[in-house]
């Protein structure tokens, strides 16, 4: 099941690549110069994105497992006027959000839907003579699981039992 979280991650990795140059170019903004995964805390060009998951959650009720992830995007941004850092940073944040919200019900992988949700302006730095900024937004991840089927259940129990013959 874990399965889903890192396909969820590649695939929205995937839809920001294609889709956020246009919607950046569209507020007069740069595109990212890159796209990570493993969030380091160092910024070597920005500005960059970063798709990471924080956790996830699997509840088998009803019909197949249900699969609530979150998914964190990460976006440094860095210029010399803190007023003016603030309000790229909400063209940046818009544009991730517009990206995935012009995905929904194309994710596949049993994705239902990825949906946006907190975001933080908060984390805010100065570097040299200028200010970094990295906002962040929250996705949702819901996966679905099929149902096992009674053909897969036959063929798990005569893999059991070819594993465990009787005594």
Same mark, same amino acid.
């Given at each position: 099941?874990?399965?889903?979280?890192?396909?969820?991650?590649?695939? !929205?990795?995937? %839809?920001?690549?294609?889709?956020? $140059?246009? +919607?950046?170019?569209?507020?007069?903004?740069?595109?990212?110069?890159?796209?990570? @995964?493993?969030?380091?805390? =160092?910024?070597?060009?920005? $500005? #960059?994105?970063?798709? #990471?998951?924080?956790?996830?959650?699997?509840?088998?009720? /009803?019909?197949?497992?249900?699969?609530?992830?979150?998914?964190? *995007?990460?976006?440094? !941004?860095?210029? #010399?006027? $803190?007023?003016? +850092?603030?309000?790229?940073?909400?063209?940046? *944040? &818009?544009? =991730?959000?517009?990206?995935?919200?012009?995905?929904?019900?194309?994710? &596949?992988?049993?994705?239902?839907? =990825? @949906?946006?949700?907190?975001?933080?302006?908060?984390?805010?730095?100065?570097? &040299?003579? /200028?200010?970094? !900024?990295?906002?962040? =937004?929250?996705?949702?991840?819901?996966?679905?699981?099929? $149902? %096992? #089927?009674?053909?897969?259940?036959? %063929?798990? %129990?005569?893999?059991?039992?070819?594993?465990?013959?009787?005594?």
């Amino acid at each position: 099941m874990a399965d889903y979280l890192a396909a969820a991650v590649k695939a !929205i990795d995937g %839809v920001l690549q294609e889709r956020t $140059p246009a +919607l950046l170019q569209k507020r007069n903004r740069q595109p990212f110069a890159e796209f990570l @995964h493993a969030d380091t805390g =160092v910024m070597l060009n920005p $500005p #960059t994105c970063w798709v #990471t998951p924080l956790h996830n959650s699997i509840s088998d009720e /009803g019909q197949g497992l249900q699969q609530v992830g979150t998914v964190m *995007v990460i976006m440094g !941004i860095a210029g #010399t006027d $803190p007023e003016n +850092l603030v309000n790229t940073a909400m063209d940046y *944040v &818009g544009a =991730v959000t517009d990206a995935i919200e012009s995905a929904d019900g194309s994710w &596949g992988n049993n994705i239902r839907h =990825v @949906h946006p949700g907190e975001q933080d302006y908060s984390a805010r730095f100065r570097r &040299g003579e /200028g200010f970094v !900024i990295f906002p962040t =937004v929250l996705l949702t991840v819901e996966a679905t699981e099929p $149902p %096992v #089927t009674p053909a897969d259940n036959a %063929v798990t %129990v005569a893999a059991f039992e070819a594993m465990h013959p009787p005594y």
